[in-house]
């Protein structure tokens, strides 16, 4: 029986160490999967990603889309600038001949205790997606950074 013991204690260990491995990697993959599908759905068009965005924060390409949405006092107003950003966003992407499947290499590029921000590569640039950590996740960046950003996570 004294032998059935450290082969029991090994398994058990084994078994602790591969669970916490997967909930980490789950961790990580969820914070890429969210900017996968906000991203998707917004060069689609799908006013539906809207309730991810944290509109009040919201930073899109140096232009401070938060700032704008502010200034709008009704619920109505809100949502028409919700769904024209989104529109126009959508509208802009295609027109560039921007095509999602081209964007590779999602990646966790930086974390922090109230942020995450997920990158990927597209056509020579970097994307970053900056997502806010209180509650549930939002969106509250999207900038380009140049491929030759200097972050060990870019490589």
């Known amino acids: 029986m004294k032998k059935d013991t450290p082969i029991l204690e090994y398994a058990v260990l084994i078994a602790v160490v591969m669970g916490a491995l997967v909930f980490f990697i789950r961790m990580k993959t969820a914070d890429i999967d969210f900017c996968h ?32 949405y502010i200034q709008f006092t009704t619920e109505e107003q809100r949502s028409d600038y919700k769904k024209a950003f989104i529109k126009y966003l959508s509208l802009g992407f295609r027109q560039a001949g921007g095509k999602f499947n081209l964007f590779t290499n999602w990646r966790i590029r930086d974390k922090y205790s109230n942020k995450t921000v ?38």
Do not use: C, H, P
Not at 44 to 64: C, N, R, T
């Open 118 to 155: 997920v990158a990927a590569d597209y056509r020579g640039k970097i994307i970053l997606f900056t997502i806010s950590k209180y509650g549930k996740r939002k969106l509250i960046a999207i900038q380009w950074k140049e491929a030759g950003a200097t972050n060990a996570n870019d490589r």
């Open 37 to 68: 599908k906000v991203f998707n759905g917004l060069v689609k068009g799908s006013y539906g990603v809207q309730k991810f965005i944290d509109w009040e924060k919201l930073k899109a390409m140096k232009v401070d889309v938060g700032a704008t």
